[in-house]
């Protein structure tokens, strides 16, 4: 039997650059079904829906529900609140009231499992109701998906960086530090391989939060290349971690902070620093820079992959149409297939949620400070068709008259 009833949507964890491509998938594929009275978003996902903080987007023009898809960062805002039980109470105060019926919630890890609780309190209150997770995170790191929305964006941003990096050096030698969001997987960090082009481009190396960080090796590497090429361009992963399992970045702070999931807070620009200072103790390089890439690799409105907008637009329609037409629940799930193209695949709430995916072993160099051949050929697609390319001068030198 039919539902009838009304649509929630609503976005919670970190913003990335094609998010609402997948608000406005999901807005648009709930517009076709005559069993849709009308379509909501909440502000501040959950906390939106317990406080009421609804915005009727069957109010919304197609125009400019094609301009907000277009724009990146979170349009319905975001949230870091995990519900217990108590809170999901108040949240099905709200969706009866508003005879919300279709839940559809855009996040990753933490929100995934946002959904499950939801959906099993539903289940237990015996109130009819389809709950739908849209794969997000730049992290890469839901398990069962071959790569999710928001990641190919965000690995084009960084590349594009190590592009400008490489350059950098280049024209003015030195150690080039760029330390990249990932705290547990570094499929992140790792895209900056794309910005090599010829055999001495940077980055150089690449470390990674799937292989222990020892300070001693790290300056031995940084060496060996600068005495190679008269400069190094590094890509680290923020979540790097020492042999005890412990965050370097963390080692750095007096108090550890964590947040609503139980996630450490990184130290931030302090691990560059960090990194900066140690490769200038222990090497006798004077030039040594770092950058921490922080907010601006999630929603660069200028750096979007078409592969990742596409694919993005495509898993709200699935659920959508998953949850109205098919009366289904779970996790919207990408696989590839052929050389490059995509299923996507309903699972159960329960495989996706609050479980980690990381770099498969077949994508990190044996001596753990790159990447391999098949990690390229893996991410290359997803960064987008059109990836821009730097060039370098060719013309033969001049020959010397004084010396």
Known sequence: MDLNGNVLIAQGGGPTAVINQSLIGAVLEARRYPQVENIYGAIHGVEGIVN????DLTQETLENLERVAATSCAALRSTRVK????YCAKIFQSLKAHNVRFFFYIGGNDSSDTVRIVNDYAAKEHYSFRAVH?????????????HTPGYGSAARFVAQCFIGANLETRALPGVYIGVVMGRHAGFLAASSALARKMPDDGPHLIYLPERVFDLDKFSEDVLSVFNRYGRCVISVSEGISSADGEPVATKLQ????RDAH?????????????LVD???KTTGISRVRADTFGYLQR???????DTDSREAREVGAKAAHFAIANGQTGSITIRRTGDYETDYVLVDLEEIAAKTRLMPDEYIGPDHNDVTKAFIDYVRPLAGSDLPEAYSLKAPRV???LR
Request: charged residues 25%; hydrophobic residues 35%; proline residues 6%.
């Open 52 to 55: 009421e903080e609804l915005l």
């Open 83 to 86: 519900p217990d039980e108590a």
């Open 134 to 146: 849209i794969p997000k995170t730049i992290d890469n790191d839901l398990v069962l998906n071959d």
């Open 262 to 274: 139980g996630n450490v807070q990184l130290a931030g620009g302090q691990l560059g620093d960090m």
């Open 278 to 280: 140690h490769i200038k």
């Open 299 to 305: 929603s660069f409105i200028g750096c979007v992959s």
């Open 399 to 401: 020959p010397k008259l």
């Open 254 to 257: 007096e108090s550890v902070e």
